[in-house]
Nanobody, 120 residues
Framework: QVQLVDTGGGLVQAGGSLRLSCVAS????????MGWFRQAPGKERELVAR???????NYADFVKGRFTISRDNAKNTVYLAMNSLTFEDTAVYYC??????????????WGQGTPVTVSS
């Protein structure tokens, strides 16, 4: 059983930056595709970015050029660097892990979420 712990959220002014971290335990992330999702109040959860086992990133259009997902398998950690934050980025951000054999939208494990609030 893999446990994911999300950290790094907080309050930031518009235009600012944050870096989220997701540390895994109970297993190695080397066997998992990893993703970051977010859910804003009153909205459905949406994919922000994902990174394959081989390190290939993929981004939602609304974060392209602003966010960067990366993974450090040696540290069993996935990061989401967020720049040029806007009020619309306010949400709870969740890390997730998907086994290599699962469909692209079916994640096995989830972090507890870390809130990001961007003040305008």
């Amino acid at each position: 059983q893999v446990q994911l712990v999300d950290t790094g959220g907080g309050l930031v002014q518009a235009g600012g930056s944050l870096r989220l971290s997701c540390v895994a335990s109970g297993g190695t992330i080397m066997s998992y595709h990893m993703g970051w999702f977010r859910q804003a109040p009153g909205k459905e959860r949406e994919l922000v970015a994902r990174i394959s086992i081989g390190g290939r990133p993929n981004y939602a259009d609304f974060v392209k050029g602003r966010f960067t997902i990366s993974r450090d398998n040696a540290k069993n950690t996935v990061y989401l660097a967020m720049n040029s934050l806007t009020f619309e980025d306010t949400a709870v951000y969740y890390c997730a892990a998907r086994s290599w054999s699962k469909p692209v939208d079916e994640y096995d494990y989830w972090g507890q979420g870390t809130p990001v609030t961007v003040s305008s």
